[in-house]
């Protein structure tokens, strides 16, 4: 009988590569990289049947993917009445911010 294993080791490298954003005048900095995991509970919990659960994951999406201090002025940003940041906006940054954090190399590629 065949034993099936694979080791995947460490979970390979990530990438250090800063990643930030502009709104309102004001950069925000991200960590460089995320827990897989949470790009999968942000697909897995914006569906349109629940718009509220969908709201409170991509709250926690932004405050796992900001780093704090950065998290912090973002709030405070999104809670100030004078400074709008539409639904739409967010769901932009939200989108370029899955992209980035899906499609970056997890190492540099070998020369040929």
Known sequence: MTNRFKDFGAGGEVSQEPISF?????EFN???NLQGRALLELAANSSDDDGAAAAR???EFFATALKPESYTRFDALLNDPTTIVTVETLGDITAWLVEEYSARPTQEPSGS
């Open 30 to 32: 991200c960590h460089p």
């Open 57 to 59: 994951t991509i709250n």
């Open 22 to 26: 502009k709104l309102h005048g004001q």
